[in-house]
Antibody
Framework: EVQLLESGGGLVQPGGSLRLSCAAS????????MSWVRQAPGKGLEWVST????????YYADSVKGRFTISRDNSKNTLYLQMNSLRADDTAVFYC?????????WGRGTLVTVSS | EIVLTQSPGTLSLSPGERATLSCRAS???????LAWYQQKPGQGPRLLIY???SRATGIPDRFSGSGSGTDFTLTISRLEPEDFAVYYC?????????FGGGTKVEIK
């Protein structure tokens, strides 16, 4: 079955760190760029970051540049998002999504709550 | 940054009716690099339309996309019970990728 499964979300204090994972299955993971998109509670969607398939070029939204790092392990079919210096306005459901420009497969998301 | 404005915010319709959703861009979206998604509560979005008018794999033909430049439309010809959800447009013409604020299609 073609699917993406996110994990690693939780409650973290402001200034803290968290690493999200996304396990992919059912397609040739290394052939596709992968992205993270987030959704604050009750709000719309915001693109966060993208990593290319093989070369590993990375792209970030200005709101997370310098704080978040996207990476992938093609041998494990897994996408990561290392999040540092977290702020209250980073509170959101984080979705893993397949592809770089438009997103043809999404996971169910993992909730990150930044609060003291 | 291209800002996408969706209207209306909420659309109240009955099953079987036609739904017309609008997405307006703050500047021209070249090559019709615009996508539409459907999102239901507790789920990730589902791709419906890309390239402004191409249906994604497995999407019923009651969903259609049209438009160019700054004005785009998603039409659902006859609403089925499973179509009541929130719909988002997204441009991939320029970085950063941006989404509209969404239109909720609710049962009247």
């Amino acid at each position: 079955e073609v699917q993406l499964l996110e994990s690693g979300g939780g409650l973290v204090q402001p200034g803290g760190s968290l690493r999200l994972s996304c396990a992919a299955s059912g397609f040739t993971f290394s052939s596709y760029a992968m992205s993270w998109v987030r959704q604050a509670p009750g709000k719309g969607l915001e693109w966060v970051s993208t990593i290319s398939g093989s070369v590993g070029s990375t792209y970030y939204a200005d709101s997370v540049k310098g704080r978040f790092t996207i990476s992938r392990d093609n041998s494990k079919n897994t996408l990561y998002l290392q999040m540092n210096s977290l702020r209250a306005d980073d509170t959101a459901v984080f979705y893993c999504a397949k592809n770089r420009w438009y997103f043809d497969l999404w996971g169910r998301g993992t909730l990150v709550t930044v609060s003291s | 940054e291209i800002v996408l404005t969706q209207s209306p915010g909420t659309l109240s319709l009955s099953p079987g009716e036609r739904a017309t959703l609008s997405c307006r861009a703050s500047q021209s979206v070249t090559n019709n690099y615009l996508a539409w998604y459907q999102q239901k509560p507790g789920q990730g979005p589902r791709l419906l339309i890309y390239g402004a008018s191409s249906r994604a794999t497995g999407i019923p033909d009651r969903f259609s996309g049209s438009g160019s430049g700054t004005d785009f439309t998603l039409t659902i010809s006859r609403l089925e019970p499973e179509d009541f959800a929130v719909y988002y447009c997204q441009q991939y013409d320029s970085s950063p990728l941006t989404f509209g604020g969404g239109t909720k299609v609710e049962i009247k």
